[in-house]
């Protein structure tokens, strides 16, 4: 197959929620009255975002819910979407089972793919989405308010787990390894939820790079501090194979939860707790938002009896 077959063959489809979609040189979307557009990217690269062994369906999943996630932290519905693929070699079978997985999840979210490029090179995927948003009501990271609540979409840490098992930091037993392996492999997008916080949340992001780092992330924009309490935070039922100080680590910065954090007046904590059981997504309260005071951290984490933990590591950083 040269590149035009190879499009045609797994990535064309008829173009839906577009005025035109993959075949000419760019697509056409009208935007609702009344709305924003929401767009962003993520590139995913062998060897740093994912396993170069990973299960391609699997791949084809992630790269899209993690821009799904994206579109659910500002609260937005997402719409299209553009792929763009360098491949190292020709593989009809991997070309298969990733454009099953990637579709997969399109369906079930009514997203549409309407354009991309595809080259030889090194694995690398990139995914730019776009959504729209009822205007003025995009959850933003810069309206946290000082003394709103901190709150988790579900439990943390399954993933992290699942990357210090691959590269050998840990074993754990086959039942475990297969658990954590789905989180990493086959997040969920929590669109029904961003969608539900407009209005309630006061600033929101998905979880990547792990808390301490992407809350850092609402504190930088809002101008505030945060405190999280660790004997509130959500561990993964599957941390209970690891060792104490590896828990913590997994919990606080694993990355790869792609869960939502998000801030809200104390004000709303019946009505979040409500929404997480009409949406069937555990909600945890796990901190609050604090003046920020000049030499200490944007984000503390406190044990139980209230005294600062010390956390020897940070969020992610492709660079460190």
């Not at 994912?50 to 084809?60: C, V």
């Not at 821009?67 to 719409?79: E, F, I, R, V």
Request: glycine share 8%; aromatic share 6%; charged share 20%.
């Amino acid at each position: 197959m040269n590149e035009f077959d190879l499009i045609a063959k797994y990535f064309t489809r008829p173009a839906v929620n577009a005025d035109l979609g993959i075949g000419d040189d760019a697509a056409l979307m009208s935007i609702s009255a009344q709305h924003q557009l929401a767009i962003s990217v993520d590139m995913l690269v062998a060897g740093r975002h994912f396993f170069a062994d990973a299960d391609p369906e699997r791949l084809g999943h992630k790269c899209l819910a993690v821009n799904l996630s994206d579109m659910a932290a500002m609260g937005a519905k997402p719409t299209w979407f553009t792929l763009s693929l360098a491949l190292p070699a020709m593989d009809e079978a991997w070309l298969a089972a990733f454009s099953r997985g990637l579709f997969a999840l399109a369906d079930q979210h009514a997203v549409s793919l309407v354009g991309g490029d595809t080259t030889k090179g090194p694995l690398t995927i990139s995914i730019q989405i776009a959504g729209e948003i009822p205007s003025g009501q995009a959850l933003l990271r810069s309206g946290a308010q000082i003394g709103d609540d901190v709150w988790v979409s579900g439990p943390l840490g399954a993933a992290a787990a699942a990357v210090m098992h691959r590269t050998g930091r840990v074993a754990l037993p086959p039942d475990i390894t297969q658990r954590c392996d789905l989180r990493l492999d086959q997040p969920t997008p929590r669109l029904a939820l961003g969608m539900a916080l407009r209005g309630i949340a006061s600033a929101a992001l998905d979880l990547s790079d792990g808390i301490l780092g992407d809350l850092a992330h609402i504190c930088e924009q809002s101008k505030c501090a945060a405190r999280l309490h660790i004997d509130l935070m959500p561990y993964a039922e599957e941390l209970k194979e690891l060792s104490p100080a590896l828990s913590l680590e997994a919990v606080l910065a694993g990355g790869d939860d792609y869960e939502l954090c998000f801030t809200a007046s104390s004000l709303h904590r019946q009505q979040i707790l409500a929404l997480g059981q009409s949406l069937a997504t555990p909600l945890y309260r796990v901190g609050e938002i604090i003046d920020h005071q000049p030499q200490s951290p944007l984000v503390q984490v406190l044990d139980a009896s209230g005294g600062v933990i010390a956390t020897p590591f940070t969020g992610f950083d492709h660079f460190k």
